[in-house]
């Protein structure tokens, strides 16, 4: 049997994988989510585009701020397939999200910000929560941290 040539610019699962710093049941749950693609070759073997390191390292970067897999996904369809994206291409994808992860810092800092002057104190001090609590009317709310939980 002659070896099918591998072309120049693609990737085996193991070298993606290794380059990527993913492991090779990632990259499959991946293509099964359909977050990257791979051709086939006869032995059935995937080969990756070597842009797919970069839709890797995006996912990757997606999922790390708490984007799920389906907004992702969405994200990615409007990449082109014909081409390698283009550093615009990949501005205008993660421009979709600039508002949501700017509300989310925002909420962020919000916790962080309570968890320092109420829970960080140690005490829950009506005295010195007057401001937040008066007259402990978070008691009549629930149990626990109620201005952190919603109530």
């Given at each position: 049997m002659t070896p099918v040539p591998r072309r120049a610019a693609e990737l085996t699962v193991g070298e993606l994988?290794?380059?990527?710093?993913?492991?090779?049941?990632?990259?499959?749950?991946?293509e099964d989510?359909?977050?990257?693609?791979?051709?086939?070759?006869?032995?059935?073997?995937?080969?990756y585009s070597r842009d797919?390191?970069?839709?890797?390292?995006?996912?990757?970067?997606?999922?790390?701020?708490?984007?799920?897999?389906?907004?992702?996904?969405?994200?990615?369809?409007?990449?082109?397939?014909e081409r390698t994206p283009t550093?615009?291409?990949?501005?205008?994808?993660?421009?979709?999200?600039?508002?949501?992860?700017?509300?989310?810092?925002?909420?962020?800092?919000?916790?962080?910000?309570d968890l320092v002057s109420c829970i960080g104190c140690g005490c829950l001090s009506l005295g010195r929560c007057a401001l937040v609590n008066p007259g402990d009317i978070h008691r009549r709310i629930g149990k626990g941290p109620t201005r952190l939980t919603g109530g």
């Open positions: 994988a290794e380059r990527s710093g993913v492991s090779t049941s990632a990259l499959r749950f991946y989510q359909e977050l990257i693609s791979s051709r086939r070759t006869p032995g059935n073997q995937r080969r797919t390191l970069r839709r890797v390292a995006f996912v990757r970067a997606s999922q790390r701020v708490g984007i799920s897999l389906e907004d992702i996904r969405a994200a990615l369809k409007l990449l082109p397939d550093r615009e291409d990949w501005a205008r994808v993660s421009e979709l999200w600039r508002h949501d992860l700017n509300t989310r810092i925002k909420q962020l800092q919000e916790l962080r910000d």
